[in-house]
């Protein structure tokens, strides 16, 4: 049932979404399910994440402990929707609704109990997660499949305290979220199979393509084949063989991505990589885990990239780079 209801082939007779279209924009945003998705975390992940369930036709809540973060989500949404009006790539109507379709709320109780799947994109730490699942499995319905947008850790770590690992499992989204076309599906051993096949509905349902982990490994597979490459830049880097900008052009003018490691680092969050790399060492205890210094340093000193002005680049206010930092 709950697979149907994600799907969009709800009871009250949804129309399903044209499966010819995958642009989240052109997704279903003319077609509500009565699916009900609650967004823990209204940062730049969880904000877009929700605006892409509302996308889709579902009724979302955002939630986030900061008054002020949900403004600042809502201000950034409008901003990335109005643009993508302008531009043509949705309606104003198409707009409206999704909107219409997306409350925000500081009010957690209240929230959880009607959502069918949570995702939570709340700030990169375990306990947080942990405690935060521990609540959320005190007052979801018994159906509710408890989802974390976490880029390292795995189902059965975060979902240790509830009483429902078979409903726990990663949907990780790619920044930014209303964009990239990945959503990774990370099951623990306790994880059932009918919360996976939800959780693919619902990643299709989205216009995404879903990438299935059937084992948990912290990081997944593109954050690890990201890291490898990140952790070899900046050992470039501070071997002194190139600069943060040419090791970024190689990358693009050699290897045709899209951005840069330094680049794509300034964009994430250089404390995301941080934290990341930390979760890791924790693990493993292996020195080679850690965070590089001179990323450290950055973190240390406030400079998290483009949302605080500064990461290895510089930016002006309206978040143009103005040269390696
Ligand atoms: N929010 C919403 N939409 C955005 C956006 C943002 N922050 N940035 C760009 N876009 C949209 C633009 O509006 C534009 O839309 P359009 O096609 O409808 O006109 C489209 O994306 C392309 O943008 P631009 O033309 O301005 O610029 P680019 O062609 O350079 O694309 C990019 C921007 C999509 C960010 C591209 O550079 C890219 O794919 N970069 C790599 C991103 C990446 O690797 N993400 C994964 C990061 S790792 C991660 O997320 C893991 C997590 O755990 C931290």
Redesign the pocket.
């Known amino acids: 049932m709950l697979a149907s209801i994600l799907d969009g082939d709800d009871a009250a007779g949804a129309a399903r979404p044209d499966e010819e279209l995958t642009d989240v924009e052109n997704n279903a945003a003319d077609t509500p399910t009565d699916g009900r998705i609650l967004v823990v975390g209204a940062g730049a992940m969880g904000a ?1 994440i929700a605006m892409a369930c509302a996308l889709a036709g579902y009724r979302v809540r955002l939630h986030d402990i900061a008054e002020e973060s949900l403004e600042k989500a809502r201000a950034n949404l409008t901003g ?1 929707m109005e ?2 009006v302008a ?1 043509g ?1 949705l309606s104003q109507a198409e707009s409206d609704a999704a909107f219409a379709r997306l409350e925000s709320t500081t009010d957690l109780d209240g929230a959880a109990v009607d959502a069918d799947v949570v995702i939570e994109a709340a700030v990169e730490k375990l306990e947080v997660k942990q405690d935060l699942f521990a609540r959320l499995d005190t007052l979801c319905p018994s159906h509710t499949i408890l989802a974390s947008n976490s ?1 390292s850790f795995v189902p059965s770590a975060i979902g240790a305290r509830t009483e429902r690992p078979d409903r726990v499992c990663n949907l ?1 989204f ?3 979220a ?3 076309k990945c959503v990774e599906v990370v099951r623990s051993p306790d994880t059932s199979d009918a919360t996976m096949d939800a959780a693919v509905a619902l990643v299709e349902r989205l216009g995404k393509e879903a990438v299935v982990l059937n084992k948990e490994i912290n990081g997944f597979v ?2 690890r084949i ?1 890291g490898a490459l990140r952790d070899e830049a900046v050992a470039l880097l501070e071997g002194g063989y190139a600069s943060v900008s040419d090791i970024d052009k190689a990358c693009r003018t050699a290897l045709g991505h ?2 840069g490691p330094f680049e ?1 680092q300034d ?2 969050g250089l404390d ?1 990589g941080h934290a990341v790399k930390q979760g890791r060492y924790a693990e493993s205890g292996d020195p080679a885990d850690q965070p590089q210094r001179s990323l450290a340093e950055r973190v240390e000193a406030g400079h998290l990239g483009r949302k605080t002005g500064q990461g290895w680049y510089r930016y002006d206010s309206e978040g143009n780079k103005l040269g390696e930092a």
């Open positions: 877009q990335v643009r993508r531009k790539r880029s990780h790619f920044n930014p209303l964009v990239m593109a954050n990201l899209p951005m794509l964009m994430t995301i």
